[in-house]
């Protein structure tokens, strides 16, 4: 577990270094990065990242080329935080690429098929198929009696399932991808925490939000949304994550408490 705060007369001061790594076409840019944006959200249908590169040529970045980001510190494994490709490409004294994730990809292909009598998870492999993507589904034997689809994208296919599981069962079913999978399922409470956060040890600031969940920053740590964390030893999911990196790291979270586990 990486704890960044932590430190002891063994432990070389480099391995506390805060360390970036932007791949665009598989080749490293992370020295020219000025300023990276990545968005993401487990209710959103796609995460998003924006890197601001300083004495770069942006003719050699193209609209499609792969881009991938991980960060971490010096000494450990780094936690990939993005992957997906450039949507766009700008150069205003500095390149500005802005990326999307394979996210993209469902809402490129349409489909045209009625479903009959199909389970949630069924419909959701049918959609699914020939996207390239692993599958890792929670198998939900809820059927549909009848979902027709005419001429609708695979992510607005997979949009009605859940509204229709939400409606009928008041449970709320999410997606992601994640390292080239296709995550879908009812949140994971049960799981183990990934990081446990502590007051004066790793945690910045901890504030309530409108919306009843708790916005926590810190420094650059190894969480993603969906997965469940302990705060002063309280349990939290986590929904949305911000990684913000200026000069060294910044992260956000937005989490719920694990009321129910």
């Known amino acids: 577990m990486l704890q960044p705060f932590r430190s002891n007369s063994t432990t070389s001061t480099a391995f506390l270094n805060p360390v970036l790594e932007v791949l665009i076409k598989g080749q490293p840019v992370g020295r020219s990065v000025s ?5 993401s959200n487990r209710r959103s249908p796609a995460d998003t990242c924006v890197v601001i590169l300083a004495g770069a040529d942006g003719k050699t970045i193209a609209r499609g080329d792969s881009l991938r980001v991980r960060w971490g510190y010096a000494g450990s494994d780094l936690t990939e935080i993005f992957r997906g490709f450039v949507r766009e490409v700008g150069v205003t004294g500095q390149v500005v690429v802005r990326g999307i ?3 993209a990809i469902l809402n490129a292909r349409r489909v045209t098929v009625t479903f009959e009598d199909e389970t ?3 419909i959701a492999k049918a959609l699914l198929a ?6 890792e589904l929670e198998e939900c034997d809820v059927v549909i009696d009848r979902l027709p689809l005419f001429d609708w994208t695979i992510r607005e296919g997979l949009e009605a399932v859940k509204e229709f599981l939400l409606r009928e ?12 999978a296709f995550h879908w399922g009812r ?5 183990l925490p990934v990081h446990e956060f502590r007051s004066g040890v790793d945690l ?3 504030e309530p939000t409108p919306e009843g969940l708790k916005l926590l920053e810190t420094l650059v740590v190894p969480v993603r949304h ?3 964390v302990t705060i002063d030893g309280d349990l939290f999911f986590v929904l949305k994550a911000d990684y913000l990196w200026d000069s060294g790291g910044r992260t956000r979270l937005w989490c719920e408490p694990c009321s129910s586990r």
């Open 204 to 206: 910045i600031s901890l």
């Open 169 to 180: 069962t008041g449970e709320e079913f999410g997606d992601y991808i994640r390292e080239g």
């Open 130 to 135: 020939g996207t390239g993507l692993g599958l």
């Open 101 to 103: 994730d394979y996210g």
């Open 120 to 122: 949630a998870t069924g």
């Open 187 to 191: 949140k994971d409470l049960a799981q």
């Open 226 to 228: 969906s997965e469940v």
């Open 35 to 39: 300023h990276l944006a990545v968005t």
